[in-house]
């Protein structure tokens, strides 16, 4: 099976231009300014002086999705869970710090699977103060080689698939190590029409982290809606949706995961994802330099405030989940399977606690801002700074 090619997006145009001429109009009749040449550098720099020193005020997210929210699993079951996971990574080749680091914020995250371990280890690579962050060619290669143990591992012939049998290739990195791992102990449990879904929807996942990373290293901006398209790619909702299907003990028909409804569902919660992490993220990534966030990419776009940005990226957080609500009607009900709907009911029950799990994580984790800046009920406040 050929591993994907990644191509890197196109870099964005510098030119802003008008609408093209109506008949009998020339250049010489048009507004020229609306083609001159903007400086992207100066287009970052005058974002960063228009929102430093800003206060933001940011309700509980919780609050926004709130017939989904669900209390944390009791203290025996997360110690439990920490224990594996302090014992598996005793078993990562990865160096001592990069685990410690990694440690630090698995340890107040409610539920933490091993793949998603994987994830966040792998994103902190090549996120601003990562080892590959600068490394547009090491990215690269890193995403083929995970590509390639992707591939192997999920060969739609068993026999065939270095899962059930060997390791992967002596020198690979940690991040492939632990990978080969995971998917060696899911693939038995798989049946050919999930492993072949998982196959794709990581692919995906790869394909847009390799797409993003050169836009974050661009001088300019993009726009906020193509970001946030490629956002709900690298953010690895879809695999982690099947992950827990797996865990779950059941498989969907494909017909039902291919449903109009259900592919709006999981849409949505990735959506849901993406904007609850650009809002609780913002400081840190401002403060990091990393302007590639939704709510300052809709300041440069619209020319409107971060009060303004922060309140447009909360109302996209209702309209998305009450979107995914309204899906449920639609979904593939049977009067004849009751097998089939509890296994349906279940499906979207994980879409939701992706969902809401990952807006609880971001509270508590310490990752993006202090407890000290949440109140009694979870409104946070920062300041933007550098």
Not at 123 to 148: H, N, V
Not at 298 to 325: G, M
Not at 359 to 372: I, K, L, N, P
């Amino acid at each position: 099976m050929a591993t994907a090619v990644l191509k890197a997006p196109p870099s964005p145009t510098s030119i802003r231009q008008s609408v093209p001429p109506s008949s009998g109009e020339t250049l010489a009749t048009l507004d020229l300014p609306a083609f001159a040449v903007t400086n992207p550098r100066a287009e970052r720099q005058r974002l960063v002086q228009r929102c430093t020193g800003e206060t933001i005020h940011v309700e509980n997210l919780m609050s926004l999705m709130p017939a989904w929210f669900k209390k944390i699993q009791p203290q025996k079951i997360l110690d439990e869970v920490n224990v594996e996971i302090d014992e598996w990574l005793k078993t990562i080749n990865l160096p001592e710090a990069k685990k410690r680091k990694q440690r630090e914020t698995m340890s107040s995250s409610p539920a933490f699977s091993m793949r998603t371990a994987r994830i966040f280890m792998f994103d902190d690579e090549i996120d601003p103060g990562g080892d590959l962050t600068s490394d547009d060619a090491g990215t690269r290669r890193i995403c083929d080689q995970i590509l390639q143990c992707i591939d192997a591992c999920l060969h739609p012939d068993p026999q065939r698939a270095t899962a059930t049998f060997g390791a992967p290739p002596p020198g690979s990195p940690g991040t492939v190590e632990m990978l080969h791992g995971i998917l060696g102990t899911m693939r038995p449990g798989m049946g050919p029409a999930t492993t072949e879904r998982l196959r794709r929807q990581l692919h995906a996942y790869l394909e847009g982290v390799a797409r993003q990373h050169p836009v974050r290293r661009d001088d300019g901006l993009p726009d906020p809606w193509d970001h946030l398209r490629l956002r709900c790619d690298d953010i690895g909702v879809r695999p982690s949706v099947t992950q827990l299907e797996y865990a779950m003990g059941f498989e969907l028909p494909e017909h039902v995961v291919r449903h109009e409804a259900m592919e709006c569902i999981v849409l949505d919660c990735a959506k849901l994802c993406v904007l609850v992490n650009e809002i609780l993220s913002l400081e840190k990534e401002f403060r990091a330099g990393q302007l590639e966030n939704l709510c300052l990419l809709f300041v440069h776009a619209e020319d409107i405030s971060i009060h303004a940005a922060l309140a447009k990226v909360q109302a996209l957080i209702r309209k998305h989940y009450r979107s995914c609500k309204a899906a449920v009607a639609r979904l593939p009900w049977t009067d004849d399977d009751e097998q089939t709907n509890e296994h349906v009911r279940r499906y979207v029950q994980c879409c939701r606690r992706i969902a809401s799990g990952t807006a609880q994580w971001s509270y508590v984790c310490t990752r993006y801002f202090g407890r000290a800046q949440l109140g009694e009920k979870w409104e946070m406040v920062a300041t933007l700074g550098q």
